[in-house]
């Protein structure tokens, strides 16, 4: 993308009508929320979606810059920003107000380091202090200098700064500050200073996963230095409040390493057999088993094994099976140990020895619960070895011969699935109709039926597939009904017979309300194509109105009393440490130590209505979108009404339209469907600019790297970081690009573009070649289950966006 750099001012003047009708949007959209330096409670009536009022005399245009130099730092366009609040301190002192300028100065600060430009942080910081010395924000002022100062490797002057903070700011984020102050003393080689600030850190309190983090960090530097006893004084402090498996697995492990290094090897020996014990499927097990071994001390075989089967080792579960054999009798071996024998031999290719290890608990174990899972297992080791015929055999032996073992649906499926594989539709099918028949409402008989009919449909056998349909809509639930019925209206419609398709359909639609399969049969009876966009958006409201309104339902759904207005966070929950720190952190661009209080704040709530309603209210106003959104969820949990059955108020809170002065422009120079984007954005990321993902994917509409590499190259990006995807407007920008690639290679097919979104173009084009051009068939196509469930889920984002925001 080619950026044309106007003056700031005169891109303010030219913008100046949007700007007070919404700044930056197409047509009647909803003003962001803007992040404050020091957000405060509310303190008037919320209108968090509505566009500005018209002001009755003209706002003066250094005004103006400043709001939209606010916007800019909503949106992450770092650059804009500083040239707008620079183009505001660059006027005339009788064209700008004190306070205009000062918000000018501390912005132009914020902006320079949210960039990581650390010596211009410094500098305009410096120079706010400097001239505003009585503004509120001076405290924070001095925290982000403290930032910039480390950034910088400016220790001395950093620790300053944040003990300077402390003195103005006391009880907020001390232990915060304090951590800073540590790791400034750290990198001067300070250790004792480092320490002591640290340990004043601990006691100042924080969330809990933050506070144990500082613990592991204070560890690390007591083993640093030499002090192996104080680290694993800490890591124990750690397991008295850690509740994760893996994390306290993970711990304890440390621990045992820290005695092992203080010549305490009994201990560590304790430690490490203590993990083995309490959490052998983790990967922290399989490291203190290995140390065990590697010391010579004995560990129990069958232990052994397990752990190291959990850790792919198979060899070594082998290994530790045959020791166990030497100790023990052969019938008094468990008989779980066996079945993890059969699995080991498998994975290293001993076919054979797998089957006499399932067969050995066949023959000595016939009334225990893993008599099932070794037949499964035979069946599973023959078609691994290549011998379909042989795998069928043993799947249909296992029901024919113990119908009643709970296996028994599993193994039936497999036997219509591997027929499936070897182009046998009619032995598929009469697998399939046995499981619909002799398991009715087994999950396996649910798929194994509606794999079935999608195959006779397929094939054009339209009263085999109308026969499982039917079936599977007696005797299934909730989605596998809806998907009964659906297929039932479309093939009835496809014969003629309009009156059994109406039928069909909206028992469909009552079948999984708000789920993707009623929501296409509403498509059906409606004639309405999927992702048929409205015929116009609307994205104004009467939010005062709406307001009150959700605010009545609140009461009457859950007996609230309370009289005035229910928004208002309560005196009891501002002053709740998590509310203030969370607060100061976030406006300080702390996100992720912020997004632990309000992550520990929502869970705390999460069955009081009234509190996740004054806190969604609240995060929304701060702009912590994500965790605005899990709270108007746990509203609607709680009353357990689908979203378009709340209040349109709080429906929107729970589908809002952030960044819609972002996503409206893209998706309008597009010729996108901007409610398909904000649904899009909502599964990716839910609003959340901060979100990663395992294969890299960052920001609101998850990217991959090499896919964000070419984009960049396809858009011109000047300066292309893959760290710039975290600005809003940038991945708004790389996402909408990329859905409208694969909106124009598909011929505008939105669910075809989906699943090449996310799974790439070649598959999206190999399942459409098998589908054809039915919509429904192509999701059946669709080979990846993720895949098939992220288009799904987008859909039903997508049906309540039209809903919510669609007119006409």
């Given amino acids: 993308m080619t950026r044309t750099t106007l003056s700031p001012l005169v891109f303010v003047v030219a913008c100046l009508p949007v700007l007070l009708a919404g700044c930056g949007q197409a047509g009647p959209t909803p003003t962001p929320w803007i992040v404050t330096a020091t957000p405060d409670v509310p303190t008037s009536t919320p209108t968090p979606v509505a566009s500005p009022t018209l002001e009755p005399s003209p706002t003066p245009v250094p005004d103006i810059a400043l709001r939209t130099a606010q916007l800019h730092l909503t949106n992450g366009d770092y650059e804009a920003a500083v040239l707008t609040f620079q183009s505001v301190l660059s006027q005339p002192a ?165 005695l092992a290094v203080s010549g305490d090897t009994t201990g560590a020996y304790q430690r490490f057999q203590a993990l083995l014990s309490a959490y052998p499927e983790t990967e922290y097990a399989y490291q203190a088993l290995t140390r065990l071994l590697e010391a010579g001390q004995a560990v129990d075989p069958a232990r052994w094994a397990r752990i190291a089967a959990a850790a792919e080792d198979y060899q070594g579960a082998i290994s530790a099976l045959y020791q166990l054999t030497s100790q023990v009798a052969l019938a008094d071996i468990p008989a779980d140990v066996h079945l993890l024998l059969g699995r080991a031999y498998r994975e290293t290719g001993n076919s054979s020895a797998a089957m006499t290890a399932f067969q050995t608990i066949l023959d000595q174990y016939p009334t225990s619960p893993e008599f099932g899972a070794a037949l499964l297992e035979q069946g599973r080791t023959a078609f691994l070895s290549g011998d379909v015929a042989g795998a069928i055999q043993r799947y249909q032996s296992l029901v024919d011969t113990y119908p009643q073992l709970p296996e028994a649906p599993e193994a039936l499926w497999r036997v219509g699935y591997l027929y499936e594989t070897q182009n046998q539709p009619a032995e598929s099918l009469a697998a399939y109709e046995r499981l619909g028949r002799e398991y009715p409402g087994n999950e396996w008989a649910m798929n194994g039926l509606l794999r079935a009919a999608t195959a006779a449909i397929k094939r054009g056998e339209t009263a085999t597939a109308e026969r499982l349909l039917a079936n599977l809509g007696a005797t299934g639930a909730g989605p596998d009904v809806a998907s009964a019925y659906l297929w039932l209206g479309k093939l009835a419609l496809q014969g003629g017979n309009t009156t059994q398709a109406q039928t069909a359909l909206q028992a469909a639609t009552a079948a999984d309300p708000g789920g993707y399969f009623s929501i296409r049969a509403e498509d059906l009876l409606l004639g309405r194509a999927m992702f048929q966009p409205p015929a116009a958006y609307r994205f104004e409201f009467d939010n005062q109105l709406e307001l009150g309104q959700a605010e009545d339902w609140l009461r009457a759904t859950f007996g609230i009393t309370q009289t005035d207005a229910l928004w208002p966070m309560s005196a009891e929950l501002q002053a709740d440490p998590r509310v203030v720190a969370g607060a100061e952190l976030w406006a300080l661009q702390a996100v992720n130590e912020a997004g632990e209080e309000f992550s520990s704040l929502l869970d705390d709530h999460k069955f009081d209505p009234l509190t996740s309603y004054q806190l969604a209210i609240w995060l929304r106003g701060i702009g912590v979108y994500t965790y605005s959104i899990v709270g108007a969820a746990n509203i609607l949990k709680a009353a357990n009404v689908e979203t378009l059955d709340a209040p349109p108020y709080l429906a929107r809170m729970r589908y809002p339209a952030f960044y819609s002065d972002l996503v409206l422009p893209e998706a309008q120079a597009r010729g996108i469907d901007p409610l398909l984007l904000f649904a899009l954005i909502r599964q990716e990321s839910l609003f959340d600019r901060y979100a990663t993902a395992a294969a890299g994917e960052k920001g609101l509409t998850q990217v991959i790297p090499s896919t964000a590499d070419y984009i960049a190259r396809q858009l011109a990006w000047p300066n292309y970081q893959p760290t710039v995807l975290f600005r809003p407007y940038a991945s708004v920008a790389f996402g909408a690009y990329y859905l409208w690639e694969q909106l124009n290679r598909f011929d505008f097919n939105p669910p075809v573009a989906l699943a090449a979104y996310n799974a790439g173009p070649g598959n999206a084009a190999a399942w459409l070649e098998t589908a054809g051009s039915d919509p429904d068939l192509f999701m059946e196509a669709i080979a990846f289950s993720g895949t098939r469930l992220y288009v799904q889920r987008i859909y039903e984002h997508y049906q309540v966006y039209r809903q919510l925001y669609g007119a006409g």
């Fill in 94 to 258: 009788d064209a700008v107000t004190a306070d205009v300028r000062a918000s000018a100065a501390y912005g132009l600060g914020e902006a320079a380091l949210r960039e990581g430009l650390f010596q211009e942080t410094a500098n305009a910081l410096t120079s706010f202090l400097a001239q505003y010395p009585a503004d509120g924000r001076v405290p924070q002022a001095y925290f982000m200098r403290g930032d910039a100062m480390l950034g910088l490797g400016q220790w001395q002057p950093a620790i300053i700064d944040f003990q300077q903070y402390l003195a103005l700011r006391p009880g907020v984020i001390d232990s915060y500050a304090l951590e800073r102050i540590g790791d400034a003393y750290l990198a001067q080689g300070l250790t004792a200073e480092a320490l002591t600030a640290y340990g004043q850190a601990i006691d100042a309190g924080r969330g809990l996963v933050p506070l144990l983090a500082l613990r592991e960090r204070v560890a690390q530097v007591y083993l640093n230095v030499g002090r192996p006893l104080d680290a694993v004084a800490q890591y124990d402090a750690i397991l008295t409040q850690a509740e994760n498996d893996g994390y306290r697995a993970e711990i304890m492990l440390l621990a045992g390493q820290a």
